[in-house]
């Protein structure tokens, strides 16, 4: 029974509603950097856990193939415009920006990211509702499963410092990727001083105890799946997790679970959504907490994908509160 679960746990972790995204056909990693050098424009071959943004420029987007070093230059439906070196992919974008004079960047923006095994697919449904409230959105992929989180985080970095143009960078982080903007704060102080404020959504804050017990029970399995970065996501008090920094700007945490003792996995101690207990996403210093407790959509897969977690999401980041009364419910430090 317990190995079932930890199957069923595994399969959750994986699961994505762009699961043929993140599979692509045999060889297909490679199959760009084998080709000629031609530059003819064409769509992806699919494979976002092998590519990690660098750049982004309104819809455009410049990748890194984490195996291969090289990059592309991608627009808004996928359809690869340049492949090659980074100053090749830049010369090619500045050509589009002035054949198509588009403007300068401005404003202020929010960052999607993603968690372990997923894409930026897998946070589509936020664009829009930020779109309408006036953000510039940009939902990065980067390889999670093919390195540490330190080397995502640089991913992060990247993209950010070639932000010209944006005055305010927001983020909306689901699982992992709380941790990998954690792991950018430690490794890149100071910050960049746009970032305004952060909505982390199921992030294993204190560590994923399923991670835990997946490496012990199937390691065999769950190692060559989830690579380095899985190895980082255990609960251990000397751990990885334990030594990242809080974020210094405001944030706000929402946990899924089933609002009682037990949560949806009866191997993870208190209440949890599957895969993180809500204890561990309680991050002390975060401004406003909610958790939510409606079948489903407080499953860690589907989190952000409900209506409520988009819409209090969006309304942190405007006004700093994840309830529309504007009451907050502020994780404290523990007692000493």
């Known amino acids: 029974m317990r190995t079932a679960i930890l ?95 588009l403007p300068p960047m401005q404003g202020k923006a929010v960052i999607l990211l993603h968690g372990i095994t997923r894409s930026s697919k897998h946070m589509t449904k936020f664009r829009e509702p930020f779109e309408k409230a006036g953000y510039s959105v940009f939902a990065m992929d980067y390889p999670s499963t093919r390195g540490t989180i330190q080397e995502s985080a640089e991913y992060l970095q990247q993209v950010i410092s070639n932000m010209q143009g944006i005055t305010e960078i927001n983020f909306v982080v689901h699982s992992m990727g709380g941790l990998v903007v954690r792991t950018y704060l430690r ?33 065999s399995v769950f190692k060559p799946i989830f690579g380095p970065a899985g190895q980082q996501l255990v609960v251990d008090a000397e751990g990885y997790i334990a030594k990242l920094p809080k974020p210094d700007f405001e944030f706000a945490v929402i946990a899924g679970g089933r609002g009682e003792e037990k949560g949806f996995n009866p191997l993870i101690p208190g209440d949890d959504d599957g895969i993180v207990s809500v204890e561990s996403t309680r991050l002390p210093g975060a401004v406003d907490f909610m958790l939510v407790s409606s079948g489903i959509e407080a499953t860690h897969t589907f989190l952000p994908a409900a209506p409520i977690v988009i819409e209090s999401g969006v309304r942190f980041i405007q006004t700093g509160a994840l309830r529309a009364d504007g009451k907050k419910s502020p994780i404290l430090e523990p007692a000493q």
């Not at 992806?44 to 819809?59: I, K, M, N, P």
């Open 7 to 101: 199957l069923c746990g595994l399969v959750g972790l994986m699961a994505d509603t762009s699961l043929a995204d993140e599979h692509p056909p045999k060889n297909a990693v490679t199959q760009e950097a084998d080709m000629p050098h031609l530059n003819v424009p064409m769509k992806t071959l699919g494979g976002r856990q092998f590519w990690g943004d660098v750049l982004f420029f309104h819809e455009y987007r410049i990748q890194r193939n984490v195996f291969t070093g090289h990059y592309r230059l991608l627009n808004g439906k996928d359809v690869r415009l340049a492949w090659g070196t980074l100053d090749e992919c830049r010369q090619k974008l500045d050509q589009e920006r002035t054949e198509l004079k």
């Open 187 to 219: 490794e890149h102080a100071p910050r960049d001083p746009r970032i305004h404020r952060m909505v982390m959504i199921g992030s294993p804050n204190n560590g994923a105890n399923l991670a835990n017990l997946l490496s012990d029970n199937l390691n």
